[in-house]
């Protein structure tokens, strides 16, 4: 009896073990398909990279502000090589200072659309907007000076203050900007003046030179307003820096799906099925944007706006298909076990035998699902994508596990049971932010289920199968 018991363990140890290293080997597709699906959503990020290489990228706006170029000049004594004073030099350096808004007010409608390249649409944006501010009177005993005695002259060979417009890609600039200060309307064009024209921010700005009522109220130390009105096109992300002394702006759009980020959140914000409308309130004290521009403005290399502090709109898609993929390809394993969990139990119960082989293919099934999952979301909305290809598993498993459980019954059964786990695997992927503790749920709910399904179970008796010749040990009872 003792060899006939060691030869019954061996063979359910063996059982076991064998279907665990099945289980392993169907690890590989399934990590396959996983790489597959996250190679699916690289290319998809490649096709946004090559829209924005041919068409235009991701804007961040900083507009407008003054810069007033200036000429320091001062007296240097001329040396010998003796080191005697033999005369003087008059030296010179070109600079810019920079004049931010008083107040400013954005006022802006984002209208949307998509565009392909290949399958993968990438969501695109024009921005409408009307800027109106105030620039403060300007003092030019307020420029710093390099060099003690020097004199600082504004205009003449200098040139003309300028209002700047600054973003990221000047490619989504549509039509050429209206805009006006004192009344007065300038005539945009592209750079920066000459003493800022190394500047890294130079190949994103247009400049307009204050000219006529605009230039006469700044030279007699008046305020300056202004109005902007623009239109710039960009990809899926709008940034917007704040330069005001107190900013506020209001965004809306007919794109039921927005992001917002940056550093400053909207401070009122509706957002329904038709669209959305936000609106910020910004101080410069809660801000760093007007010095990193300004630091910005000195460097010639390394200095960029998606640098700067901003408040940020991004058109996200209502279901990433490759997140939702791949965050579903992740239980894969989890219901590949299950799978061939429950058929191991109902093979025990109803004394069958089932060959590895048949395992191998209820688990290949499974993984399957998940590649089908991937293939039809690419052409159809998820949630349809996720009923199909569930609903052709469970059919082509319900038909298999009927023939080769010897029933109908039976193989209905298990099928209903891959249903329940689909059912249970959406809910975890539409409830993100729940999704560790429904699959923590999940997981528990099947081990307390099997557990309490097998409490009675004679696992001696299961095991020792008539065909095998094996019977059960007795054990002596205890008192």
Not at 294 to 304: G, P
Request: net charge negative.
């Amino acid at each position: 009896m003792t060899l006939r018991l060691t030869a019954w363990r061996d063979s359910l140890l063996a059982k076991t073990a064998l279907l665990f290293v099945l289980w392993l080997v169907l690890c590989i597709p399934l990590s396959e398909i996983l790489g597959l699906i996250r190679e699916r959503g690289d290319s998809q990020r490649s096709a946004a990279e090559e829209l924005a290489q041919t068409h235009v990228g991701a804007q961040t706006l900083a507009a407008p502000y003054l810069l007033v170029p200036y000429v320091e000049r001062w007296r240097e004594p001329v040396r010998d090589d003796k080191g005697q004073i033999t005369g003087e030099e008059l030296r010179q350096r070109q600079d810019v200072a920079i004049v931010f808004p008083k107040t400013q007010t954005m006022q802006g409608t984002l209208a949307t659309q998509e565009r392909y390249r290949g399958i993968f649409k990438v969501p695109f944006y024009r921005l409408t907007a009307k800027v109106q501010g105030e620039i403060p009177p300007f003092d030019v005993d307020s420029l710093p000076h390099s060099v003690e005695g020097s004199q600082i002259e504004v205009g003449g060979e200098a040139g003309a203050p300028v209002l700047v417009l600054s973003m990221s890609d000047l490619r989504g600039l549509e039509g050429a900007p209206q805009l006006e200060a004192a009344g007065q309307a300038l005539t945009l064009e592209r750079g920066l003046p000459r003493a800022a024209a190394q500047s890294a921010l130079a190949a994103g700005s247009v400049q307009a030179a204050l000219s006529g009522q605009a230039l006469d109220t700044w030279q007699q130390g008046q305020a300056l307003p202004y109005v902007l009105d623009m239109t710039l096109a960009g990809q899926s992300h709008l940034a917007v820096a704040p330069l005001g002394e107190d900013t506020t702006a209001q965004l809306s759009s007919s794109w039921p799906h927005p992001g917002f980020g940056g550093r400053f959140l909207a401070a009122e914000r509706t957002v329904s099925d038709t669209g959305f409308e936000a609106h910020w309130r910004i101080s410069s004290l809660t801000t760093q944007a007007r010095a990193q521009l300004a630091a910005a403005l000195k460097q010639e290399k390394a200095a960029n706006l998606e640098r700067l502090e901003t408040f940020d709109v991004t058109l996200t898609q209502p279901v990433n298909v490759y997140s939702m993929s791949e965050r579903a390809a992740k239980y894969g394993g989890l219901f590949i076990a299950l799978v061939i969990m429950a058929a191991f139990m109902v093979e025990l119960f109803k004394r069958l035998r089932l060959h590895p082989v048949q395992y191998g293919l209820v688990g290949l099934s499974i993984a399957v699902f998940f590649l089908l999952l991937l293939a039809l979301s690419e052409k159809m909305a998820f949630a349809w994508a996720y009923a199909g290809a569930a609903a052709a598993s469970v059919a082509l498993l319900g038909l298999y596990f009927s023939a080769v459980l010897g029933g109908a019954q039976r193989g209905g059964a298990l099928a209903a049971y891959v249903a329940v786990l689909y059912a249970a695997l959406y809910g975890l992927l539409a409830s993100e932010n729940n999704a560790l503790l429904l699959g923590a749920l999940l997981v528990f709910a099947m081990l307390a289920a099997l557990m309490l399904g097998t409490r009675h179970v004679d696992w001696w008796q299961l095991g020792g199968g008539k065909e095998r010749g094996i019977e059960p040990p007795d054990f002596p009872e205890r008192g």
